[in-house]
């Protein structure tokens, strides 16, 4: 039997997810008196190699930083002429050097700022920049996963989720790459996924089951929270007859903590989406070569599914059953593959990612950009029995067995990358706005650059469209 645990607890966790400011970057103080003119104070920061220093000035202390220079710039005295508390800011946020990351990072969030000054009982013991506390994140995916193991009520977990919201904005904002921001997301929201399937199953049945996540979020793709897609196999001969109730429970708490249901009911809450591992094999034989037409869509869906809880041999066990029924299947697999076809770009959208920025016709990212390149790797996966999940490790893969040229494996990797750069960067603006986060960007919401990568992904997405409509001949559908 093959179960899915938590990792065992390293030395070095309980520092990270107990990790207090003062174990960041925190930098030594430089001060600076408020009479001395900013050239001056120029000067020292530049032989120093710093951006900012503080400012005293009678019992005010104040900031100066390159922002405050570019400010002072502006104004119509001659830099030399100007003191520089007449430029630097006194309406210091502060934080106590015992107080923990993410309280620092909800400060610098709530306040819009990008330092913070840090005091040790009142002492100053330095300043905390954004960039040092966002890196510090950013090297410690791990930081919030033992206060997601300590908890024991699902008020406990929203804590957490709430820290994971937090962290995906400030790495967001602080430029961190978007495969290190999934990668750590992905990370932290299947241990809570574990944690809180073990708040509300009973031992036996998580023994004798194992729970998935699917979709975007097996994928490890799903970074602002979207829709749920989890399912349950069981082991055959189990039965629990409130296995219904746990499910619903289940899958309400999730809603509880901010992931929407999903439309289309791929949930526990659905019997199809819930059942022993033989009947699962037959529903796989169906969805394969059955009349129902959301059979492909189902079996792209199962795809994407990763053990996050239980007995993973249970999903093993269905991925070899798919394989052994898709022997030499090429028919089924072109039909499978036939939807990276549907969506195709027209001459609207070039003309709406060039002059048009009147234009309020909105785009899908995921219809027109993400989906050609998740679901024909995953079909192209399919064909040639890859068991990886994410699109990055399927390609990856595909073209180390010489499936894809690897120029073209780079150009794909790049563009998934920059979508999911560009989704993320909408729905964040859309949370802002006090909407509902979706895949839909405007014109007017890019920038120059913005429109310009996007074109170029586009572009990309048209040439693997091209060779997947020749190597699965979907030119016939």
């Not at 900031?63 to 220079?69: C, P, Q, S, V």
């Not at 309280?103 to 009142?122: C, E, I, P, T």
């Not at 023994?207 to 196999?233: F, H, P, Y």
């Not at 909408?426 to 509902?436: D, F, I, M, P, S």
Request: hydrophobic fraction near 45%.
């Amino acid at each position: 039997m093959s179960s899915v645990r938590a990792s065992p607890a390293q030395p070095e966790w309980l520092s990270l997810v107990m990790a207090r400011v003062s174990d960041t970057g925190v930098r030594e103080p430089f001060y600076v008196d408020g009479s001395v003119d900013i050239v001056s104070v120029c000067r020292m920061l530049s032989e120093r190699g710093l951006t900012d220093a503080l400012v005293c000035d009678g019992d005010r202390l104040g900031m100066f930083t390159t922002t405050d220079l570019r400010d002072a710039l502006l104004r119509p005295e001659s830099p030399a002429a100007l003191q520089v508390r007449e430029v630097a800011r006194f309406d210091l946020i502060e934080v106590e050097s015992s107080a923990e990351v993410f309280d620092a990072l909800w400060l610098m969030l709530h306040h819009r700022v990008h330092r913070l000054l840090v005091r040790d009982r009142g002492v100053v013991r330095g300043i905390l920049g954004q960039l040092d506390l966002v890196d510090f994140v950013a090297h410690n995916s791990h930081i919030v996963a033992l206060q997601i193991d300590a908890a024991s009520t699902i008020a406990h977990l929203q804590a957490a989720v709430l820290r994971i919201d937090t962290t995906v904005e400030l790495l967001h904002e602080g430029g961190i790459r978007i495969e290190r921001i999934a990668r750590l997301v992905g990370e932290l929201n299947a241990r809570l996924f574990a944690k809180l399937w073990s708040l509300l199953a009973p031992p036996d049945l998580v023994e004798n089951s194992c729970l998935l996540v699917m979709g975007s979020e097996g994928r490890g793709e799903q970074i602002w929270k979207t829709d749920q897609d989890n399912a349950l196999l069981l082991r055959d001969g189990y039965q629990r007859s409130d296995l219904g109730e746990i499910a619903a429970r289940f899958n309400a708490a999730l809603t509880e903590l901010g992931y929407p249901q999903c439309p289309g009911n791929i949930m526990l809450t659905n019997p199809l989406w819930r059942q022993p591992l033989a009947a699962f094999r037959d529903t796989i034989r169906q969805w394969c070569y059955g009349p129902d037409p959301d059979g492909t869509m189902n079996l792209a869906i199962f795809l994407d599914a990763v053990a996050v809880a239980g007995d993973e041999s249970l999903l093993v066990e269905a991925r070899d059953h798919l394989d052994r029924v898709l022997n030499g299947s090429d028919v089924f697999l072109s039909r499978f593959a036939a939807p990276v076809a549907q969506f195709a770009e027209n001459s609207h959208w070039w003309s709406w990612l060039g002059q048009r920025r009147d234009d309020e016709t909105p785009l899908d990212l995921k219809k027109f950009g993400t989906f050609p390149i998740v679901h024909g790797l995953r079909a192209l996966a399919l064909r040639h029995r890859v068991r990886a999940v994410s699109t990055a490790d399927r390609l990856r893969e595909l073209r180390l067995r010489g499936v894809l040229d690897p120029v073209l494996a780079a150009d794909v990797l790049d563009a998934l990358h920059c979508l999911m750069a560009l989704k993320l960067a909408n729905q964040l603006r859309e949370r802002a706005a006090g909407r509902v986060p979706d895949n839909l960007v405007r014109p007017a919401d890019l920038g120059t650059l913005e429109r310009d990568a996007l074109r170029d992904a586009l572009a990309i997405v048209k040439r693997l469209r091209t060779q997947l409509v020749l190597d699965f001949r979907l030119d016939r559908f």
